[in-house]
């Protein structure tokens, strides 16, 4: 079996097994993630072995130790692990949810309802916790998931997808449509043909998540058949206007660059208005010598993610030059100004071409947790579907369902 | 320039239009609006001698006659187009209404608000009204757009693309942003890698909507790095169950199958449960000879779309069965049960996996106008973003603005 074969046949079963998730209701799938979350808790020993051969083969193989870390589970994150499949199991199902409903003159009646995208592919690097926050994510939306995860960590996601397989097995019973056994795959070989396979069957997959850096995510992109969900980068930046509080200027750009820079949503670029320049500038720089960040002041590299604690810094004229660099160099990711100046304020969340635009806050908040949505699976900088943090209600599209009378069009 | 070079020129132009487009409100929008139909009806001689020349081309190089029809502006076309546009200026503004708000522990206040998507790109084949309509739907969604049309109907666009954009400059006059007659763009080459560097650039376009055959959208998916909705075509079903209303039955296929058989929500295939195929079949096969529908019983080739008076017909054991059939051989458009059983029909409405789904009516109806929405640009069989019928909440993305008082993440 070539490598793309053995991956449509996970198609075809996802499909299958989508088909058979439509019939659950809401119980149903609640009573499946719990069994789940024991399975793992039962199988806890056998990952963590798992996940130490795949930790000693990545340090042996001299790869870095930061991503060693990403793919070391500890028991904190494999407790969090488990945790997160209760928290979704609290989280309300959108699946079925009323959108819209009318009656037309021809005499039909129209409901927009929300439903189950059907396949969803998530392909991940080497944090092996990703298989199963993803699957619960998935499972409760009515969605078969095929995970495809970095070859560093196979032995790590064999182990936790047996354990689900196995709870899924559990609940099943001999009861349940075995087609439902299907629903979480893991995809067994790391052939990069086989991600190339998975993006090129719009039969089988009926959207792709990429969990990983800017080169996955395009060589995706580049092969793709089915929609991709995605942000390639995160390039935020705050705008300290003339009208700001420097004050709280500070402390938010403070938050959004040293609380977490490693992430998506820390700033990467401040621009400050010229008539404050010569104030607030001298206080950055201290900051910056007090929390060890590197300020990129003349050698500015706009458009670039650091992820680390380094900041690229400009002057601009005025409110209309900050959203004009930020839609020419930023990445449609998270934007803030800072400033008392309502129209200015207005202007800018009005303007900025991004998923999250913020008025004296950090954008460190664009996160599903954050935004009140439960959990997340991904945040998007794409505008079809899903922009910003996706949660539940991302993972689902509508049906119209309409009922007549023996109602025909004239 | 390569046809590349002029494309990414014109792709530049929109993103910058799509920027101006954004500082405008409904009414200036609508004022716009108006002035191109203006335009249009003082331009009509240009453009109805423009579109003499194409279809006298058309004639001479032998085209097939219902190609000939499409690309023919009648006086009645000319006058539906123009309305069209006046039609569009009455119906609601989507841009900007809100869509969720709340308030957060951190002290961040969240609005969901709808924005325009940006930059659309329409490629359609030989009916040259689809310039201006798909370009009012755009418009009033302050999305800029660019147009690709076919080279049999060059001459037509040209004339009514000069006439959108005099309309354009004169009310711009001096005082707008010169960058909002950029706002409708049409491709004037018509080389086939026009279409491919089209669909290639996600910097300036946001989507791709072709308005064409099937051929013409496979190409276009299989090139595209921007997201595409479209419906590849549309193989649409009735069931008729054990417990169906066989009078309401034969009304509907008559309706879904005659009344316009050319259209892709028209039927293409019969389903008839075995219990009633001894009842319902001879009154088929007479109402087909009585209107010269072909019967395909024997020589069924499933999954085809006819377009013309043709039919498949098969006999299935039951709903599940029905189901079954459905979501392998269909294209996920529109599929109706006819039945007194609710629950089969409920279980039907919920397991077929296609954008529309009926209970006792036809599916002719699935249709923006017939749906309440005014107008449609497209129907979608895609799951994400848009499914089925596309009008203007469709043409628009979301956005999320955070307002807070220097709230930064703990």
């Given at each position: 079996?070539?490598?793309?074969e053995?991956?449509?046949?996970?198609?075809k079963?996802?499909?299958?097994?989508?088909?058979?998730?439509?019939?659950?209701?809401t119980?149903?799938?609640?009573?499946?993630?719990r069994?789940?979350?024991e399975?793992?808790?039962?199988?806890?020993?056998?990952?963590?072995?798992?996940?130490?051969?795949?930790?000693?083969?990545?340090?042996?193989?001299?790869?870095?130790?930061s991503?060693?870390?990403?793919?070391?589970?500890?028991?904190?994150?494999?407790?969090?692990?488990?945790?997160?499949?209760?928290?979704v199991?609290?989280?309300?199902?959108?699946?079925?949810?009323?959108?819209m409903?009318?009656?037309?003159?021809?005499?039909?009646h129209?409901t927009?309802?929300?439903?189950?995208?059907?396949?969803?592919?998530?392909?991940f690097?080497?944090?092996?916790?990703?298989?199963?926050?993803?699957?619960?994510?998935?499972?409760?939306?009515?969605?078969?998931?095929?995970?495809?995860g970095g070859?560093?960590?196979?032995?790590?996601?064999?182990?936790?997808?047996?354990?689900?397989?196995?709870?899924?097995?559990?609940?099943?019973g001999?009861?349940?449509?075995?087609?439902?056994l299907d629903?979480?795959q893991?995809?067994?070989?790391?052939?990069h043909?086989?991600?190339?396979?998975?993006?090129r069957?719009?039969?089988?997959v009926?959207?792709a998540?990429?969990?990983?850096?800017?080169?996955?995510i395009?060589?995706?992109?580049?092969a793709?058949?089915?929609?991709?969900?995605?942000?390639?980068?995160?390039?935020?930046?705050?705008?300290v206007?003339?009208?700001?509080?420097?004050?709280?200027?500070?402390k938010?750009?403070?938050?959004?660059?040293?609380?977490?820079?490693?992430?998506?949503?820390?700033?990467?670029?401040l621009?400050?208005?010229?008539?404050?320049?010569?104030?607030?500038?001298?206080?950055?720089?201290?900051?910056?010598?007090?929390?060890g960040?590197?300020?990129?002041?003349?050698?500015?590299?706009?458009?670039?993610?650091?992820l680390?604690?380094?900041?690229?810094?400009?002057?601009?004229?005025?409110?209309?030059?900050?959203?004009?660099?930020?839609?020419?160099?930023?990445s449609?990711?998270?934007?803030?100004?800072?400033?008392?100046d309502?129209?200015?304020?207005?202007?800018f969340?009005?303007?900025?071409?991004?998923?999250?635009?913020?008025?004296?806050?950090?954008?460190?908040?664009?996160d599903?947790?954050e935004?009140?949505?439960?959990?997340?699976?991904?945040?998007?900088?794409?505008?079809l579907?899903?922009?910003?943090?996706?949660?539940l209600e991302?993972?689902?599209?509508?049906k119209?369902?309409?009922?007549?009378?023996?109602?025909?069009?004239?």
């Amino acid at each position: 079996m070539t490598v793309e074969e053995e991956i449509r046949a996970l198609g075809k079963k996802a499909r299958a097994a989508a088909h058979a998730l439509r019939t659950l209701d809401t119980r149903a799938k609640n009573a499946a993630l719990r069994t789940i979350a024991e399975m793992l808790e039962l199988s806890r020993d056998q990952i963590a072995a798992a996940n130490a051969e795949d930790v000693a083969a990545a340090k042996a193989a001299g790869l870095a130790p930061s991503l060693v870390d990403r793919l070391t589970l500890t028991d904190a994150r494999f407790k969090a692990m488990v945790d997160g499949v209760r928290a979704v199991v609290e989280l309300p199902d959108p699946v079925g949810e009323t959108l819209m409903e009318r009656d037309r003159p021809s005499g039909i009646h129209i409901t927009k309802v929300r439903e189950p995208l059907g396949v969803v592919a998530v392909v991940f690097e080497s944090r092996p916790n990703v298989f199963v926050d993803t699957a619960a994510l998935c499972f409760k939306t009515s969605n078969a998931i095929i995970l495809r995860g970095g070859k560093e960590a196979l032995k790590s996601n064999v182990a936790l997808a047996e354990a689900v397989q196995k709870g899924l097995a559990r609940w099943c019973g001999t009861e349940r449509p075995p087609a439902l056994l299907d629903a979480i795959q893991l995809v067994r070989t790391t052939d990069h043909d086989g991600v190339r396979a998975l993006v090129r069957m719009p039969e089988y997959v009926d959207v792709a998540i990429p969990r990983g850096g800017e080169r996955l995510i395009r060589a995706m992109c580049e092969a793709a058949l089915v929609p991709v969900l995605k942000h390639y980068k995160g390039v935020c930046h705050i705008y300290v206007d003339e009208q700001a509080d420097l004050d709280m200027a500070l402390k938010i750009l403070d938050n959004a660059k040293t609380q977490r820079p490693g992430t998506c949503n820390a700033v990467e670029c401040l621009l400050v208005n010229a008539r404050v320049a010569n104030a607030f500038m001298p206080r950055v720089e201290a900051w910056a010598k007090a929390k060890g960040v590197v300020l990129h002041e003349q050698d500015v590299d706009w458009g670039r993610e650091f992820l680390a604690l380094e900041l690229n810094v400009g002057i601009v004229m005025d409110v209309d030059e900050a959203i004009a660099h930020i839609n020419t160099y930023g990445s449609h990711h998270s934007e803030a100004i800072v400033t008392r100046d309502e129209v200015n304020a207005a202007k800018f969340l009005r303007l900025v071409d991004s998923a999250a635009v913020y008025h004296n806050a950090s954008t460190r908040f664009t996160d599903g947790g954050e935004f009140g949505m439960g959990a997340e699976i991904g945040i998007s900088t794409d505008k079809l579907h899903a922009r910003g943090p996706m949660g539940l209600e991302e993972l689902t599209t509508y049906k119209y369902r309409i009922t007549g009378d023996g109602c025909v069009r004239s």
